[in-house]
């Protein structure tokens, strides 16, 4: 039998729009002209940095000064508003508030949040509509019922009542936050330590709440951050001096008559270096809980 031998295929050459370098990719903003860029970002940053500038600069210039370069460097204002303006006893209360607010919205947004994540009951739907419509109410509408409350459980000019109060504030937030972190871990993470022995309980304290670390520190930042800068509880609920916070010693600055730059510009420096700090710890785990909730598990 002869076998007739079949000729190969010509090889065709791939077409190439140009030269090709190993390694490299066209990007899309490759082709973007750089001015197209750096002037939205240098206009953004000026006035992003022009008032923090200019606090810095009424901060830290001797008083009756109009130098636009602070010049001697003077820490007389902050002197004045720690010692004189009692911004010492400001800060305590509010780093106590802070981290109260924060211990209290994160354990009780955590239960609620599992049990709207793993449990289906009837009401289920309408509680989270409560919940999303809780958002909608502004704090002012609050003061007057909490007011109420805590003048009847005698709690009023304590620094409990603005702890509370900010707590309830931040909760139906927090526990969507909380509930939507909970479905991204499987479930079959549980049912595995389920059949290797733990209970419910430690099967969440062992497989679940390491996995939740970045959501539990979004929502407890955003909850000491809320709390540390919050004016109306503060101001409403305490009346004595030595139990104020922060912000309303700084709206102590300002009266009718006249407002000390340097005081104030120095108070609100006070006010922002602790939010400044804790956000430069957490960003990491803060990026990484915002985005863990846009991916499904």
Same mark, same amino acid.
């Given at each position: 039998?002869?076998?007739?031998?079949?000729?190969?295929? *010509?090889?065709? !050459?791939?077409?190439?729009?140009?030269?090709? @370098?190993? &390694?490299? @990719?066209?990007?899309?903003?490759?082709?973007?002209?750089?001015?197209?860029?750096?002037?939205?970002?240098?206009?953004?940053?000026?006035?992003?940095?022009?008032?923090?500038?200019?606090?810095?600069?009424?901060?830290?210039? *001797?008083?009756?000064?109009?130098?636009?370069?602070?010049?001697?460097?003077?820490?007389?204002?902050?002197?004045?508003?720690?010692?004189?303006?009692?911004?010492?006893?400001?800060?305590?209360?509010?780093?106590?508030?802070?981290?109260?607010?924060?211990?209290?919205?994160?354990?009780?947004?955590?239960?609620?949040?599992y049990a709207l994540a793993r449990f289906d009951f009837r009401v289920k739907r309408v509680f989270m509509l409560a919940l999303l419509c809780s958002q909608f109410v502004p704090g002012a509408l609050l003061l007057v019922p909490l007011f109420e409350i805590f003048a009847n459980l005698q709690m009023i000019n304590s620094l409990g009542s603005v702890i509370l109060a900010e707590t309830v504030f931040q909760l139906p937030l927090s526990m969507i936050l909380i509930s939507n972190f909970?479905?991204?871990?499987?479930?079959?993470? !549980?049912?595995?330590?389920?059949?290797? &022995?733990?209970?419910? +309980?430690?099967?969440?304290?062992? $497989?679940?709440?390491?996995?939740?670390? *970045?959501?539990?520190?979004? $929502?407890?930042?955003?909850?000491?951050?809320?709390?540390?800068?919050?004016?109306? +509880?503060?101001? /409403?609920?305490?009346?004595?001096? !030595?139990?104020?916070?922060?912000?309303?010693?700084?709206?102590?600055? /300002?009266?009718?008559?006249? $407002?000390? /730059?340097?005081?104030?510009?120095?108070?609100?420096?006070?006010?922002?270096?602790?939010?400044?700090?804790?956000?430069?710890?957490?960003?990491?785990?803060?990026?990484?809980?915002?985005?863990?909730?846009?991916?499904?598990?």
């Amino acid at each position: 039998m002869e076998v007739t031998p079949v000729a190969p295929a *010509p090889r065709t !050459e791939p077409d190439r729009v140009g030269p090709r @370098r190993p &390694g490299k @990719r066209r990007r899309a903003w490759d082709e973007v002209p750089r001015w197209h860029i750096y002037l939205p970002l240098t206009v953004y940053l000026v006035f992003t940095l022009v008032p923090f500038y200019w606090i810095l600069l009424f901060a830290l210039r *001797p008083a009756g000064s109009t130098s636009l370069v602070p010049w001697p460097v003077t820490f007389e204002h902050f002197d004045k508003v720690w010692t004189e303006r009692s911004f010492a006893v400001f800060f305590q209360n509010s780093v106590l508030i802070g981290v109260a607010t924060l211990v209290m919205t994160t354990v009780v947004a955590l239960a609620g949040g599992y049990a709207l994540a793993r449990f289906d009951f009837r009401v289920k739907r309408v509680f989270m509509l409560a919940l999303l419509c809780s958002q909608f109410v502004p704090g002012a509408l609050l003061l007057v019922p909490l007011f109420e409350i805590f003048a009847n459980l005698q709690m009023i000019n304590s620094l409990g009542s603005v702890i509370l109060a900010e707590t309830v504030f931040q909760l139906p937030l927090s526990m969507i936050l909380i509930s939507n972190f909970i479905k991204n871990v499987p479930y079959s993470l !549980e049912e595995a330590a389920w059949v290797d &022995g733990c209970s419910r +309980f430690r099967a969440f304290c062992s $497989v679940v709440l390491p996995l939740l670390r *970045p959501g539990l520190i979004a $929502v407890g930042s955003f909850a000491f951050v809320h709390s540390w800068n919050h004016f109306l +509880f503060a101001l /409403m609920f305490l009346s004595n001096q !030595e139990k104020q916070t922060i912000p309303v010693g700084l709206n102590t600055l /300002m009266s009718a008559d006249s $407002v000390d /730059m340097g005081a104030l510009a120095a108070g609100g420096i006070i006010a922002a270096v602790p939010v400044v700090i804790v956000f430069a710890f957490i960003q990491k785990w803060l990026i990484t809980g915002f985005s863990a909730g846009a991916v499904k598990g």
